[in-house]
């Protein structure tokens, strides 16, 4: 079964988006290492590449189902945050964005009648449960915390492989 046009123009704009998501955690990474936080800055760079190995995913996929993928015009990311809560806060907020998205692609998958979308969307939904989830943690953990839980959420994001 060859992907419908409506599935394969939207799954496009998440290429898209994806990309502007790499783009947005390299920015915040940038901005973490201007301010001292190495670990944070080296956390939000794998961020960053794991965005855009979603991006490559799907695009592979898409050339599998027979669809053309596309790279589309990139907006530009913001560069600079009050402070390492506000920056996780919309890193938080950015992650409950994604979802949305990848729960629309899926409903377009499921309407589609088309299983093969279904369960190569599947993945991502479970992986953003995750990424909301530890977005989340890290926020919660920094007002409840304050300046001591940032030093230690540096250290400790700065140890992810």
């Given amino acids: 079964m060859v992907i419908s046009k409506k599935l394969e123009k939207a799954l496009n704009e998440q290429i898209n988006a994806e990309m502007w998501s790499s783009n947005l955690y390299m920015a915040m990474s940038f901005y973490c290492d201007k301010e001292g936080f190495s670990g944070f800055g080296g956390w939000l760079k794998k961020q960053a590449a794991e965005e855009l190995e979603h991006a490559y995913a799907m695009a592979g996929f898409l ?10 015009k990139i907006a530009e ?10 920056m996780f806060k919309k890193v ?4 409950c964005h994604v979802s949305e998205l990848i ?23 479970r992986e953003q449960v995750e990424e909301e989830a530890t977005a989340s943690e890290i926020v919660s953990k920094i007002e409840k915390f304050g300046q001591t839980a940032l030093f230690q959420l540096d250290s400790r994001l700065g140890q992810r492989k």
């Fill in 63 to 72: 050339i599998q189902r027979g669809g053309t993928a596309k790279v589309g």
């Fill in 77 to 86: 990311v913001p560069a600079s945050w009050k402070n390492p809560l506000d």
């Fill in 92 to 95: 938080y907020e950015h992650e």
């Fill in 103 to 125: 729960n629309k692609l899926l409903d377009m998958a499921v309407a589609d009648k088309d299983k093969a979308s279904e369960d190569f969307f599947w993945q991502f939904v």
